[in-house]
């Protein structure tokens, strides 16, 4: 989705790498200029090598990719530059520690870190959190991100997205261009999203809904 929306993708931030499949799809990103990825676990990153089938290079040895065996907070609390896109993988907050990562604090950070017009894009799991939980994670997420809103994914796995005042928006041309790479546009169909209207066709609620869901919740 930020791929699709903002106009020119540069420098990005993965906090919490998982398997590898956002750090690729942003390695194939033509216009990507550097990624940063933070884990604190390097026995994910190594275990992630032989996850991954195929022929595809591994993003882990792309030369615009570097990796910071840390806490995300303390990277993103640390002076540096700008990024126009910052996404959020880390495990479920039902794992000790992890909580940390879905905070208003931490949403926070994000906004503070992301250069003008930057997308923020957080993992919603809901198969593993109460409707208490979602709702105060969303609400903590709408108070660091004005402009928040809410997309599904695949079965239950939702996405936060926010901005940091996004004012430029592609047109609807530049949206469909990740349809006309034949990478991408395997991956896309792969998940679901055979044409562009599909992927609008995921947005559930913007600020105004998610605030009146959220209201009553701390």
């Keep these: 989705l930020p791929k699709a929306l903002h106009p020119k993708l540069e420098r990005a931030l993965i906090v919490g790498y998982g398997i590898g499949s956002t750090a690729a799809a942003l390695t194939d990103e033509p216009g990507l200029v550097h990624l940063d990825i933070a884990d604190i676990s390097r026995d994910i ?45 880390p495990p479920p907050p039902v794992i000790a520690g992890v909580v940390n990562l879905y905070t208003r604090e931490y949403f926070e950070l994000v906004r503070r870190r992301l250069a003008e017009g930057g997308m923020a894009t957080h993992w919603l799991p809901l198969m593993n959190l109460s409707a208490p939980a979602a709702k105060s994670i969303i609400h903590a997420f709408c108070d660091a991100f004005s402009d928040c809103s809410l997309w599904h994914g695949s079965a239950r796995n939702f996405m936060l997205f926010g901005t940091r005042e996004a004012n430029v928006a592609n047109s609807s041309d530049q949206f469909a261009q990740l349809w006309s790479r034949p990478g991408t546009l395997a991956e896309l169909t792969n998940i679901g999203f055979e044409q562009p209207e599909q992927l609008g066709a995921a947005f559930i609620g913007d600020a105004a809904y998610l605030r009146e869901l959220t209201r009553d919740v701390p």
Excluded: C, F, K, W
Aim: proline residues 9%; glycine residues 12%.
């Design 45 to 89: 990153l190594d275990l992630s090598r032989e996850m991954r089938l195929g022929p595809a290079r591994n993003p882990l040895d792309d030369p615009r990719v570097t990796v910071h065996l840390e806490d995300g907070r303390q990277l993103l609390a640390a002076n540096g530059p700008g990024y126009d896109l910052i996404t959020g993988e």
